[in-house]
């Protein structure tokens, strides 16, 4: 990486024959008007405005250019500027009068909060072909509202000819004034052509995935662009198929997966396992896209199969979600099932159930998780696909956690792996609310509540020394039910719900069973006992559906 200065005007000649142009990821200018002209006065007074990042090119750029906003396309590109796009556009729009609704001015009578020069923007509306205020295009009047415009500081040899005829016309035959502002405009000229912009470059033959993790790096303060955003452009030159039109067929047809994370990324994560390979940026960036394309039906119907199981098996939304790994590698392996006999689809579905659960409840995932997944994958793809019996992925070997650690684990709001599979336990017996008796879906699981079972409150005026805010503490209930119960001991508002319907003690024994809630506990007040016997429950639960069986409480 090297450090270099480089003058304004040398900026905005490298625009001006394209051989600084953006790579096509690049989002488009987002500054408002008050920035633009924020940045006109840093220059005008020669206040820093920060480097530059670019990626030098030989030959062919590694990533689709294209122009700066309103500069030309040019013949040969040298940089791919990385960084500074705002600022190159601003700068460049704003000296070339590009702005359709606003036109950019020093001030002759205004200073800035630093006392310095300062620039004023003026709005501006077209009707009938001319330009308004009506004022805007005559040089007299703007010269009376000591106004004069920024593009005559381009620094190009034309702006001293612009600039003069511009001054001429507003002074008339005032030749002292003629010259006193003659001056003062070259002055200003002369500080953007020599103003300094520093810029930091990345060598030619930079890998792409190394661009991109520069590019990450230094835009972490605006939206992140995902690796979608990143690659969408050259693979659509690339393959003559939209992506954009791909992934909103997907999502017409598969709605539900967009409530497992961004939709963009599990599918390009899917589609690198699909051709073996780790599902990661630099394999995404090296995807056979033709091949993409032409398996596009089969990556559908494995996403709609996925998201069918993952719903099946109570795994309602990436908010409950113990571990994001599994849901790329769903689709994947979902993928191979459109031509499967029932039979082969049932053992499909038993492997995939125990590899999901392994994958929430083992520690598989936690670190080096592109190279586990794929290992696992590669093996389930043999039985599913090719029918090859008794495969043995690694993840079928990871050790179970034992029902101490059950115990422990913490509040499933947060993003706890093991919490969130002890959640998604309390709920395959539809974790019916204890008020309303709706059971959990995933059109209401959105609308449910992390209610303590055992109230915090409760437990604190016990000095129990077991902490409220475990997993095995939590059950998901409706807002309403939520507030109703508040800080109860269950003995109470167990008795409560028993009285606020007719159904009766049985009622509320039955919606408290699918949480998977032992009764007897909750009728004593006992928490530790609660903890203990509902540990017991998880973990016979665990081991169930890791070996592929489905449980309900």
Not at 410 to 432: F, M, Y
Not at 470 to 485: E, F, G, P, Q, S
């Given at each position: 990486?090297?450090?270099?200065?480089?003058?304004?005007?040398?900026?905005?000649?490298?625009?001006?024959?394209g051989?600084?142009?953006?790579?096509?990821?690049?989002?488009?200018?987002?500054?408002?008007?008050?920035?633009?002209?924020?940045?006109?006065?840093?220059?005008?007074?020669?206040?820093?405005?920060?480097?530059?990042?670019?990626?030098?090119?030989?030959?062919?750029?590694?990533?689709?250019?294209?122009?700066?906003?309103?500069?030309?396309?040019?013949?040969?590109?040298?940089?791919?500027?990385?960084?500074?796009?705002?600022?190159?556009?601003?700068?460049?729009?704003?000296?070339?009068?590009?702005?359709?609704?606003?036109?950019?001015?020093?001030?002759?009578?205004?200073?800035?909060?630093y006392?310095?020069?300062?620039?004023?923007?003026?709005?501006?509306?077209?009707?009938?072909?001319?330009?308004?205020?009506?004022?805007?295009d005559?040089?007299?009047?703007?010269?009376?509202?000591?106004?004069?415009?920024?593009?005559?500081?381009?620094?190009?040899?034309?702006?001293?000819?612009?600039?003069?005829?511009?001054?001429?016309?507003?002074?008339?035959?005032?030749?002292?004034?003629?010259?006193?502002?003659?001056?003062?405009?070259?002055?200003?000229?002369?500080?953007?052509?020599?103003?300094?912009?520093?810029?930091?470059?990345?060598?030619?033959?930079?890998s792409?995935?190394?661009?991109?993790?520069?590019?990450?790096?230094?835009?972490?303060?605006?939206?992140?662009?995902?690796?979608?955003?990143?690659?969408?452009?050259?693979i659509?030159?690339?393959?003559?198929?939209?992506?954009?039109?791909?992934?909103?067929?997907?999502?017409?047809?598969?709605?539900?997966?967009?409530?497992?994370?961004?939709?963009?990324?599990?599918?390009?994560?899917?589609?690198?396992?699909?051709?073996?390979?780790?599902?990661?940026?630099?394999?995404?960036?090296?995807?056979?896209?033709?091949?993409?394309?032409?398996?596009?039906?089969?990556?559908?119907?494995?996403?709609?199969?996925?998201?069918?199981?993952?719903?099946?098996?109570?795994v309602?939304?990436?908010?409950?979600?113990?571990?994001?790994t599994?849901?790329?590698?769903?689709?994947?392996?979902?993928?191979?099932?459109?031509?499967?006999?029932?039979?082969?689809?049932?053992?499909?579905?038993?492997?995939?159930?125990?590899?999901?659960?392994?994958?929430?409840?083992?520690e598989?995932?936690?670190?080096?998780?592109?190279?586990?997944?794929?290992?696992?994958?590669?093996?389930?793809?043999?039985?599913?696909?090719?029918?090859?019996?008794?495969?043995?992925?690694?993840?079928?070997?990871?050790?179970?956690?034992?029902?101490?650690?059950?115990?422990?684990?913490?509040?499933?709001?947060?993003?706890?792996?093991?919490?969130?599979?002890?959640?998604?336990?309390?709920?395959?017996?539809?974790?019916?609310?204890?008020?309303?008796?709706?059971?959990?879906?995933?059109?209401?699981?959105?609308?449910?509540?992390?209610?303590?079972?055992?109230?915090?409150?409760?437990?604190?005026?016990?000095?129990?020394?077991?902490?409220?805010?475990?997993?095995?503490?939590?059950?998901?209930?409706t807002?309403?039910?939520?507030?109703?119960?508040?800080?109860?001991?269950?003995?109470?508002?167990?008795?409560?719900?028993?009285?606020?319907?007719?159904?009766?003690?049985?009622?509320?024994?039955?919606?408290?069973?699918?949480h998977?809630?032992?009764?007897?506990?909750?009728?004593?007040?006992?928490?530790?006992?609660?903890?203990?016997?509902?540990?017991?429950?998880v973990?016979?639960?665990?081991?169930?559906?890791?070996?592929?069986?489905?449980?309900?409480?």
């Amino acid at each position: 990486m090297e450090a270099r200065n480089r003058s304004l005007s040398d900026w905005l000649g490298a625009v001006r024959t394209g051989q600084v142009q953006l790579p096509r990821f690049q989002r488009f200018e987002a500054w408002s008007y008050s920035q633009v002209q924020s940045l006109l006065e840093s220059v005008l007074n020669d206040l820093p405005i920060g480097a530059m990042f670019v990626l030098q090119v030989e030959g062919n750029p590694p990533f689709h250019p294209r122009p700066i906003s309103t500069g030309p396309t040019g013949d040969k590109v040298s940089e791919l500027l990385l960084d500074g796009q705002q600022r190159v556009t601003a700068l460049w729009k704003s000296l070339h009068g590009n702005y359709p609704e606003r036109e950019f001015f020093v001030s002759l009578g205004e200073k800035t909060d630093y006392d310095g020069t300062a620039v004023k923007a003026v709005k501006i509306s077209t009707r009938g072909g001319r330009r308004y205020p009506l004022w805007i295009d005559d040089s007299t009047r703007l010269l009376e509202r000591g106004l004069v415009p920024v593009r005559l500081l381009l620094p190009v040899e034309e702006s001293n000819k612009a600039a003069l005829e511009w001054i001429k016309s507003a002074c008339g035959e005032d030749q002292e004034r003629i010259l006193d502002l003659m001056m003062r405009v070259n002055d200003w000229r002369s500080r953007f052509a020599s103003f300094n912009i520093p810029f930091l470059s990345l060598p030619a033959g930079t890998s792409p995935a190394q661009v991109l993790e520069v590019f990450t790096r230094i835009n972490t303060g605006s939206t992140p662009l995902s690796i979608f955003d990143i690659i969408t452009a050259d693979i659509e030159q690339a393959v003559g198929e939209s992506l954009h039109d791909l992934m909103e067929s997907l999502n017409g047809r598969v709605p539900g997966l967009a409530r497992y994370g961004d939709v963009q990324d599990i599918i390009l994560r899917a589609a690198t396992l699909m051709q073996d390979k780790t599902p990661d940026r630099p394999s995404i960036l090296n995807l056979d896209w033709g091949a993409v394309v032409q398996s596009w039906p089969q990556l559908v119907s494995g996403a709609e199969r996925a998201v069918q199981f993952l719903e099946a098996e109570k795994v309602l939304d990436g908010a409950r979600l113990p571990i994001f790994t599994v849901v790329p590698a769903l689709i994947s392996l979902w993928s191979h099932g459109d031509g499967l006999t029932p039979d082969r689809v049932g053992e499909a579905r038993t492997l995939l159930r125990k590899f999901m659960w392994r994958g929430f409840f083992t520690e598989r995932y936690e670190s080096s998780a592109h190279s586990a997944v794929i290992q696992d994958v590669r093996e389930l793809t043999k039985a599913i696909r090719d029918g090859v019996v008794n495969v043995d992925p690694p993840i079928f070997s990871s050790e179970l956690p034992s029902i101490q650690d059950v115990k422990e684990a913490g509040w499933p709001k947060k993003k706890d792996r093991l919490a969130r599979a002890i959640l998604l336990v309390s709920l395959q017996g539809g974790a019916t609310d204890l008020a309303d008796g709706e059971a959990i879906t995933v059109l209401n699981a959105s609308r449910r509540e992390y209610h303590h079972i055992f109230p915090d409150a409760y437990l604190k005026s016990l000095q129990t020394e077991t902490a409220a805010s475990l997993a095995l503490n939590c059950a998901l209930i409706t807002w309403k039910t939520n507030r109703t119960i508040h800080d109860k001991q269950p003995l109470v508002y167990m008795r409560d719900r028993a009285e606020a319907n007719s159904l009766g003690d049985d009622e509320t024994v039955f919606r408290l069973k699918s949480h998977a809630m032992p009764e007897v506990p909750l009728r004593e007040n006992d928490y530790t006992a609660f903890i203990e016997q509902r540990a017991e429950v998880v973990v016979t639960a665990m081991q169930a559906l890791a070996s592929g069986k489905p449980w309900s409480p």
